[in-house]
């Protein structure tokens, strides 16, 4: 007789204990990883059997089902983290729900969430000026919206595989995060990056820490470094990983898309 697939339940226990060994290993706090469950595709049942065993922090990539998701899901203490990337024009709609944004890698991005200019869609210099205004009253009474720098770790940038994912040249981080620090809206919480295809991670997430490092010489409260997912996050806790981006380890195999 086949062996029964393994419950949502007791992957997520399978995970947990994996994440819990890796900090061990790395003489690292149990406490200094938060987990965040990748619900791409997934549907609102799912999300909330998750709920019931306990996880709060959630990521999708695409704006428009994870409106909807926050929407019906409202009511309930959760943060979501939107890790894909992020069109300009979108960018203060996502602000709206999302906790963090994990995929921040060029300027004009930084300023849609701040400004709501390209939201907006305003057509004159008056209007673009009175818009970012009114925003930035706003802005400082609200929460500010937790922001990770996306950096691109291949060795070869223009390379379309790696292209595509998104992210910003090492060399790059530094000017984006004094862009950053402009905003009081948003808060710069570290850095964010996928392995580069083709490579072991662990070296690629070597680097992110040495990148890590340096940030935090210019801005010492930006200590986080989003790194990990299913295939890779022991590698990337042994490297100093705070928040893991884990989907179908926990969740099964993703449903096809609609």
Known sequence: MAALAPTLSERLATVQGEVALALSDAGREQSEAT????????????????LDLGITDFGESRHQEAQVKSEE??????????IGQLQSKKARAVARYA???HSIDRNNLIDALTSGASVEGASTTATATATATATATASASASPVGVFIQVNLSPDIAQTSDAA??????AEVDR?????????????L?????????????PAFARLRQISESLIRVVP???FISAGMSGDYRAAILEGATHL???????GLRPVAE
């Open 245 to 251: 981006r884990i989907g179908s380890a926990i969740t």
């Open 176 to 188: 984006l995060a004094e862009r950053i620090s402009l905003h009081p809206g948003l808060q710069l």
């Open 221 to 223: 409260t930006a200590r």
């Open 35 to 50: 987990l965040i469950v990748i619900t791409k595709f997934q549907p609102i049942s799912l999300i909330r059997a998750l």
């Open 165 to 170: 994912r998104g992210g910003v040249a090492p």
């Open 73 to 82: 899901l409202d009511a309930i203490d959760l943060r979501w983290h939107f």
């Open 190 to 202: 570290g850095v964010m990056a996928v392995a580069p295809l083709g490579e072991e991670p662990r």
């Open 99 to 101: 906790s963090v944004i």
